[in-house]
């Protein structure tokens, strides 16, 4: 398995905003034995309330769209649980638009929605979000580009190496082969990684739609990725 | 092995939701630096340019250092700033280790900011060695007054020099 395959290049000409920020020299690499010993962030400084890790209630009313559970375990690549590590996410509300100054998008937002959350995996791995389900839009990438829905996410783990962050995306939405963010993973493999799966085990029955999705972590076992 | 999950930019909708109380500074709630002693709190000053020397205004800047960490934005001017406390180190040269995200990076970027060289630690420093020399100043920040500077040039002319992650 060529795992740099699973991960974008930082040039990516097909995203545009690659061309003046990929670095054109390639990354300097440690000897592993360095790389694995570089302990990571410690984010304790970042508060995670109880309600952070719900969506649909940091507001006075409930915010409008389709109420959803996203949740998921939090493994190293040796195939451990990553356990109290941060999972922050931040999303559009259901009609696609960021309650961020920076969105211009002419969707309106919701006074009942933020889209952001925070919550700690637990001693298996295990984290656990309500919200709801953000809606696609479109972005100046191109003649109609439109992002699929995706839910952003960042991640800490235990070392330098393990810092991620990344989007989820959902399964079947007929947006994801026309994404060039999604299209920058060379190997199929590596993009369905990033997409959830609908789970009825997570679905609770008459309130809200399961996504399962789990999330893996470099581990100390993993070598760098390259240029 | 399992295949890490890939990453995917940051974006340039994060402004909202990522940043927290005093995330620019691991110094202001220190029990240490509130109790009035000395905290050799440091204040790092900077700016994010891209391949045509353009500030790159929607970029997260993240410095760490044993069990500090900070967290910051850039500003429409690209510029950013964080304060820690001194780094303490056991072998080698001080420094911080800053991690970039930005919209248009598919990955984020992992450099190290080392200090202006007053005792010599960087010449001997295994890491500094191992960069081209050539290249090497673009990982030490400047002294200007009572603060250290340091610009993080992501592509072209004085790119900053980023390690494989």
Redesign the interface.
Known sequence: ?N?LD?????L?PD?R?????????E????PDE??HN??????????VRAEDADLTRQHRGEPLGERIIITGRV?D???HPVRNTLV???Q?NAAGR??????DHPAPLDPNF???GRALTDQAGFYRFVTIKPGAYPWGNHLNAWRPAHV?F?LFGPS??S?????MYFPGDPLIPLDP?MS??PDA???E??IARLDLDTTVPDWALGYRWD?????R??T???? | ??????????????????P????AN?VE?DAYATAGESTDAIRVEGQVL???G?P?G?ALV?A?Q????A?CRTDGEGTFHFVLRNPVVSDGAPFF?I?V??????????TRMYFPDGDGANHVD??LQ??DES?RHTLIARRDGDILHFDIR???EG???????
């Open positions: 398995m795992t699973f991960e974008p290049p930082y990516y995203y905003s690659t061309e003046l920020r990929a670095p054109k020299h990354p300097v690499r440690l360095w790389f570089a302990s990571g962030p410690v984010f304790g400084r970042i508060p493994l690549s040796d195939g922050e996410i931040w559009a960021y309650l961020d100054p920076a969105d933020t889209g952001a952003h960042s330098l190496a810092r991620l962050v990344t989007q963010m920058s993973i493999r590596g993009r990684l990033l999330i893996v972590l470099r581990g076992r993993a760098p990725t390259e240029a | 092995m399992t295949a890490p999950t890939p990453s995917q930019t940051v974006g340039p909708f994060f402004g909202f939701a990522l927290f109380e005093n995330d691991a709630n891209d391949g045509i353009e790159v929607d993240e760490s044993g069990d500090q960490f967290r280790n991690t995200f930005a919209r248009g990076l598919l990955r984020h970027l992992q295994r890491v191992l960069v290249r992501l592509q072209g790119e900053t020099v980023f390690f494989a992650v």
